[in-house]
């Protein structure tokens, strides 16, 4: 079996980005961008008033009086030149008149007719937002998916359209006699499809776009004919029947449709029957069925070939945190624990939960980390530093 490092590199090597298209900047939530975006004007493009008050021609003491020539207000700059004596009444936003050094806020200003005096002093540059203090014309925005802060920036840079990668299409397809869906009455031999929505939010949560198939039964010809429903996909993902019971034909109907297998079998808890490789001209990724192993699975190499396809840095972020409880000596996988990640003594603490079993949801959902025990690794004992995934 291979380790969880060459089969990532493997998985990885089968990825090509996908192509790019323009779209208006309310569309561009969760897209990568393909290429840097360039500021089209300077924010602000004026020195500007950071706070309602006074802006005043020079510097001064508290005591200091000044005489009040004028306003200025956001969006309505005052068009005349402060001479030293002279003071204008500014709102926060608005350009810095001419000749103006300083703003007093109104708060420690006292005001009789057009007359002002301060109770604070005025020092050069207090409360005025040079130009360009955010960034100016020309500036770049690297690459990367885009968050709501970015779309905010992207706005004020005046960049109405974004480039971003073309959604990469992850054809999701479930396979087993005893599947239903939510919403129906399973037979009493039977269960519900579950990991595939999980699978399909983390798809679109990468900037892709998720297809989910009808459920395969475990018949070679029901598999071929869903295998035939993921044309046109970037990427097919299968849940399940890849193990090695009799039922488990996923890699017999793949490997008959032309599968150029890139590996089979992993040495990693959860997830060694995983499958990656090449079918129908797509990259094809294999998860094994138990709903933990196909959700762990998925953030260790789906969401990463799916970064792959956007040209951003594949791979998970591995964290370190200390071990808030003792763990067992490990076997010879390496095992994604799930755990919880809290913070104990001021420092991030990671204790795994005690029953790991790979059909456990009900664990799954209440773990915010995949604790990383290295293959053959000895027991550890809490307070020892270890690493950790986030989920
Ligand atoms: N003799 C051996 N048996 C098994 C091995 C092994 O090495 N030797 N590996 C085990 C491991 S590890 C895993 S993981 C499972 C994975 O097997 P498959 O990928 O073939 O998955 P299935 O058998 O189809 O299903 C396993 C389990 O998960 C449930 N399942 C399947 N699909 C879904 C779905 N979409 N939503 C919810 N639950 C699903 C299915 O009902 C089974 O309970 O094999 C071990 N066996
Ligand atoms: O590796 Mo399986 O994925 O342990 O349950």
């Given at each position: 079996?291979?380790s969880?490092q060459?089969?990532?590199?493997?998985?990885?090597a089968l990825?090509?980005?996908t192509?790019?298209?323009?779209l208006?900047?309310?569309?561009?939530f969760?897209?990568?961008?393909a290429?840097?975006?360039t500021?089209?004007?300077t924010q602000p493009?004026?020195?500007?008033?950071?706070m309602d008050?006074?802006?005043?021609g020079?510097?001064a003491s508290?005591g200091?009086?000044f005489?009040?020539i004028?306003?200025a207000?956001a969006?309505?700059?005052?068009?005349?030149?402060?001479?030293?004596t002279?003071?204008?009444?500014?709102?926060t936003?608005a350009p810095l008149?001419a000749?103006a050094v300083?703003?007093?806020?109104?708060?420690?200003i006292a005001?009789?007719?057009?007359?002002?005096?301060?109770?604070?002093?005025a020092?050069?540059?207090d409360n005025?937002?040079?130009?360009?203090?955010?960034?100016?014309q020309?500036?770049?925005l690297s690459?990367?998916?885009?968050?709501?802060?970015?779309?905010a920036?992207?706005?004020a840079?005046?960049?109405?359209?974004?480039?971003?990668?073309?959604?990469p299409?992850?054809?999701?397809m479930?396979?087993?006699?005893e599947?239903?869906?939510?919403?129906?009455?399973?037979g009493?031999d039977?269960?519900?499809?579950?990991n595939?929505f999980?699978l399909?939010a983390?798809?679109?949560?990468?900037?892709?776009?998720?297809?989910v198939?009808?459920?395969?039964r475990d018949?070679e010809?029901?598999l071929?004919t869903?295998?035939?429903?993921?044309?046109g996909?970037?990427l097919?993902?299968?849940?399940?029947?890849?193990s090695?019971g009799?039922h488990?034909?996923?890699?017999?109907?793949?490997?008959?449709?032309?599968l150029?297998r890139a590996?089979?079998?992993?040495?990693?808890?959860?997830?060694?029957?995983l499958m990656a490789?090449?079918?129908?001209?797509?990259?094809?990724l294999?998860?094994?069925?138990n709903?933990?192993?196909a959700?762990?699975?998925?953030?260790?190499?789906?969401?990463p070939l799916?970064?792959?396809?956007?040209?951003?840095?594949?791979?998970?972020?591995?964290?370190?945190?200390?071990?808030g409880?003792?763990?067992?000596?490990?076997?010879?996988?390496?095992?994604?624990?799930r755990?919880?990640?809290g913070?104990?003594?001021?420092q991030?603490?990671?204790t795994a939960?005690a029953?790991?079993?790979s059909a456990l949801?009900?664990?799954?959902?209440?773990?915010?980390?995949?604790?990383?025990?290295?293959?053959?690794?000895?027991?550890r004992?809490a307070?020892e530093?270890?690493?950790y995934?986030a989920?």
């Amino acid at each position: 079996m291979i380790s969880v490092q060459e089969a990532l590199r493997r998985c990885l090597a089968l990825a090509h980005p996908t192509g790019t298209e323009t779209l208006p900047l309310r569309r561009a939530f969760g897209r990568v961008m393909a290429a840097p975006a360039t500021a089209q004007i300077t924010q602000p493009p004026f020195a500007a008033s950071a706070m309602d008050g006074y802006a005043v021609g020079r510097v001064a003491s508290a005591g200091d009086s000044f005489d009040v020539i004028g306003e200025a207000g956001a969006g309505h700059a005052y068009q005349g030149i402060l001479a030293a004596t002279q003071a204008v009444r500014i709102f926060t936003g608005a350009p810095l008149p001419a000749g103006a050094v300083s703003v007093v806020i109104q708060e420690e200003i006292a005001r009789d007719g057009d007359r002002i005096t301060l109770r604070t002093a005025a020092a050069e540059g207090d409360n005025i937002r040079p130009r360009g203090q955010d960034f100016v014309q020309g500036q770049t925005l690297s690459p990367r998916q885009l968050r709501p802060n970015d779309l905010a920036l992207l706005a004020a840079m005046n960049v109405a359209e974004v480039c971003v990668h073309r959604r990469p299409v992850v054809a999701l397809m479930a396979s087993g006699d005893e599947l239903v869906m939510p919403g129906e009455t399973p037979g009493p031999d039977q269960i519900i499809a579950s990991n595939t929505f999980a699978l399909a939010a983390m798809v679109e949560a990468a900037g892709g776009e998720a297809r989910v198939l009808p459920i395969a039964r475990d018949t070679e010809a029901s598999l071929r004919t869903v295998f035939a429903l993921t044309e046109g996909a970037d990427l097919i993902v299968t849940i399940g029947g890849a193990s090695v019971g009799d039922h488990d034909l996923v890699g017999k109907v793949a490997s008959d449709l032309g599968l150029d297998r890139a590996f089979w079998q992993i040495a990693m808890r959860p997830g060694k029957p995983l499958m990656a490789g090449k079918v129908l001209g797509i990259p094809m990724l294999g998860l094994p069925g138990n709903p933990v192993s196909a959700i762990v699975c998925g953030h260790l190499f789906m969401v990463p070939l799916l970064k792959a396809m956007q040209a951003l840095p594949p791979e998970p972020t591995v964290l370190r945190a200390r071990l808030g409880a003792d763990v067992a000596a490990n076997g010879p996988r390496d095992h994604y624990m799930r755990a919880r990640l809290g913070v104990e003594a001021g420092q991030p603490t990671i204790t795994a939960f005690a029953r790991q079993d790979s059909a456990l949801l009900t664990i799954l959902t209440e773990a915010n980390a995949l604790l990383i025990r290295p293959k053959d690794d000895g027991p550890r004992a809490a307070g020892e530093i270890v690493d950790y995934i986030a989920l």
